[in-house]
């Protein structure tokens, strides 16, 4: 991963972590107000409910009482006093005071409990009423929450007993109003909360029923464990359930409780938090989009950033990959006061500097060549000077001391001077040669035919009697022919060979051997000589560098310069004392160019 | 064991295998019952003053009435329920061959005589002549195949020798005769595509469905044009409605339950019918395994009580199908409530799930309480039941026993046959002549129906009207008698209403 990537993440991880953390203290913060305001909301309503019980059950306590002041009941109450009194009249009585009051329920029920006439359920009369025996234990002008059983079931209402006497006979009028649908929808009721009444079973083996605003509703058993608690506790409770599709409700239940504070039912008074989910998951959702919005914007903004903070960098590594491929003068421009510019000022002097010391390292290096050239020639020079000298000297001192002897002396002399001045010509002309290495001539050429014929050539020094070398040859013969100049190609064996043998002046094993490769062929030639040094190894193929006493230094310099020549690699291996083995892979289709001549 | 004042018919009486003889009879009968007319004609002439002064018949006007249930059609095609709106004012606009008079007995309409032949399997009908439908054109024997041929496939009809003649396929045609007294057998002219001409005393003047019916007086009727000149009723008012609209002289007739004739104000005409409506239970999907368990609902039932109260005394209470007025025997079929045998029999009856289901008509709120009742009644005696209203909703589970308002006219036998036909239950009937004659084959019917506790007998009820002072009818003719509604036979005097239709 390149340091650009990194940075990119890291800008990009803490965006979003910023807008992470900053969603999640958004959220935390608004279900905390919004819960605190649901809590509130149900509160209130159950605060209006309770003012609603308490007006809706004085107004239950006047129509009651005026009915049993209208003029119709006390008739009724005369006519209980005589001895067969006939009730078909009243039959509708109760439904009229019921729809003249806007109430609904009314009985008319005589003082033995028998039901005169009934609004909720007019068959009913002649029977007894079902709570006739608590009539007794209520107080007049006091509403009270009561079951009434209908004909289609139980009913809660809130009631209101009151009394109209004639005589020994009393009438007694039961009136109230239903707590169903109708009531839930009178109370107001912000938006996401429901109410429901529960009624409780009218009978032990009975159903209970659930009420909302508009009617009756379907059982809901994930309201079972509240209701449970409530008639457990007989108090209010406030539980969070889920119903069947998963949500959150906060139920808030109130008990209603009768006479004998007996629980008869339950204000459940419901709010979803699916207000709270939809915000939340508005504020989720937004949180997210600013997230990916600001990881985009961090994206975005850290490439931007990335790319002028990195783009120096880039031209540091690019100028240091330049360096290590050889171009020491490369130089980086950037243009900027941190730390990056003065890494590249000291990257650019540190080039200036690499070439500095290089030029100066050539520099020396060709003085010291020079030194070197000059030191051999000097060396080799001197060899056949002093003897030109101190022949010249002795034909100088035979004609003044000897001038009998001197044709003698001069004639001796003059071959020997002859003899130095051909040495120091065959000098001359090696230098030539090295200096003049011709072009390859380029044809097909049978490397292994080469090597046979030059160790025909080798054979009488191979076989000499006092240090013999024996010869290993392995000659591959899928080799085959290659493109080379045939007669440099033998030089450079011949140069080789003949390194070998002076590396064994005490005899040895030389090796020499071709092998195919995929591309090329392969020339080893190896000797079991006294090995290389490895400063001599680093050293062995600089022109006028030898180890031997009598050596121009030229001999390997010139089988590089051919092997290069043709294109070719030349590499050795040695240890001291173990020998050492030269290796040339030529190939078969060498460069255009014909290798690194003039380079 | 026949009716009292029960008004002689001149519809030839369905005799016996001898082709042409009835109306031979019927002839003979005629001639020999004329002095009896004319004695009859005097003696209405001598009654005639005792018809007020301000309820002589008088043409013209307008009867306005209203009533509680609604029509959504006025096709005599469309077959009525008997004794509901419809069938009663179907025969105001539509008439068959023959018809029924208010004692059930097939009188003739269209036709003027028929002939039983072919061993029974032809009727022949001769028709009445001058008789003209709403639009003008005449009635002959061919309007009449026109008109009748496409309504029971069992019979071929053809026109012969100026005569209408019904063969039976196969079978008899006897049933044939109170078929054709149906105002599904009414003898119409298509007018138009969904419009058809009668040949009844008014013509259809306007109809919307649920809401009005104007019927106009039909000047070329054959038996003479009615009094009034036009017709309105207005349908599905309420009870307190056509009360405020009576008293307002906004309506001129009524239609009051007799359960609430107690109730109406002192100053309304009031007339009531005979206990012409059987309120009884009917359990038509019985099994024999529930016989325990209806005779416990009927020994659980206080007949007196729903009487009493719910019924407000009006009618009585009854154990028998038809009433005491029509067959003298009716006393003999108790119903008095006897709680220990009702109890005695619901604990040999396994316990249902959801107990015992009770229907009645949502429109018909006496029936409504008679069911509330019902369940109480029957809690005492151990039976769990409720109501249910009807029509049911879709799906739901048919009841187990329905609160029925079956109307009963005077035609005894014909009575029994509605009642055996609403219960699905075929039962030995009476020959209508012999019901007349030998009251044992009609207590016996009675008795076979009942014996088959698929019916529980409640309470007999009249049927009540209220009228305005403007309403007319002659007394010797009391057209309220039997619950029926002629408007052909009353008349309204000539003071202008003071509210006219909104």
Known sequence: MTFRTRLLLAVAGAVAAGSIIGTWILLTTTRGVLEEQDEQRRLTIVGQFRREFQSRGAEVVRRATAIARDESVIRIAIALNQEEPDFSPYFNSGSEFARSQSLDFVELVRSDGRIISSAQWPARFGYRHPSFALFGKMEQGTPFLDRQELPDGVALGLFSLAHATAGDQAVLVLAGIRLDERFLASLALSAGMRLYLHLEPGAPGGEARLIDSAGLSKPRSYFREVITDVRRQNEEVVRTVSDETGQQLSVHALPLRGQGEKMLGALLVVSSTAELARITSFIRTAGAFAAAGGILLGILLGWWATRNITRPVQKLVSGAHKVAGGQWDTRVYVFSDDEIGELAKSFNQMTSQLVDQKERLVQAERVAAWRELARRLAHELKNPLFPLQITVENMQRARATCPDDFDEVFEESSRAILAELANLKNII???????????????????????????????????????????????????????????????????????ALDAMPEGGTLGLRTRDESDGVVLEVSDSGVGLTEEERERIFTPYYTTKQHGTGLGLAIVQSIISDHGGRISVESQPGKGTTFRIRLFRNPPANGGNRGK | MRPPDRTSSLAPRRSGEDDGLSGGRASARRRASAPWIALCGAFLVFLFPIVEASSRPVYGGKLRVQMRSTLGEFNPAVPAVPGDAKSALLPLVFEGLVGTDEGGTVVPKLAVEWRIGQGGQRLSFRLRTNVRFHDGSMMNEASVLESLRTLDARYQMEARNAEVVFTAGDGSAGDLLRQLASPRWAVTRAT??????????????????????????????????????????????????????????????????????????SGIRLPVSEPVDLIAIVFRNRRASDEPLVRAINHSVDRASIHQIIAQRQGSPTGALLPQWLTGYAFLFTGSRDLS??????????????????????SDGFLKSVAERLTLDLREAGLEARTVALPAPPGSTAPDGVLTRIRLTADAAGSLEVISTLLD???????????LDNPQDLFEGEAGILASWRVVPLLHLPVSFGLSERVGYTRLQDVFRFGQWRFEDIWVQPTPATGGTP
């Not at chain 1, 030539?432 to 054979?459: H, Y």
């Not at chain 2, 239950?425 to 012999?434: C, E, F, I, V």
Request: charged share 25%; aromatic share 6%.
């Open chain 2, 341 to 362: 045998l009702a109890r005695r029999l619901s604990s040999s009856v396994p316990r249902r799930t959801g107990g015992l289901t009770l229907g009645y008509p949502s």
């Open chain 1, 429 to 499: 002309s090696r230098f030539s040669d090295f200096a003049k290495m011709p072009q390859p001539e380029i044809q097909t050429v049978d490397l292994n035919e080469i090597a046979r014929e030059l160790l025909n050539l080798f054979q009488s020094q191979l076989g000499r009697t006092d240090h013999p070398v024996r010869c290993e040859v392995h000659l591959d013969g899928s080799v085959g022919t290659i493109r080379a100049d045939p007669e440099q190609i033998r030089r450079v064996l011949q140069n080789l060979v003949l390194n």
């Open chain 2, 192 to 265: 138009g595509p969904a419009t058809a001409a009668g040949t009844g005393p008014f013509s259809l003047a306007g109809f919307e469905p649920g809401k009005r019916i104007v019927l106009r007086a039909f000047e070329g009727y054959w038996g003479g044009r009615p009094f009034v000149d036009e017709l309105e009723i207005r349908m599905g008012r309420s009870e307190r409605d056509q009360m405020i609209d009576l008293q307002l002289n906004r309506a001129d007739l009524i239609d009051i339950p007799a359960t609430d004739a107690r109730r109406v104000g």
């Open chain 2, 425 to 435: 239950q075929p039962a030995k009937l009476p020959d209508r002549g012999s019901a």
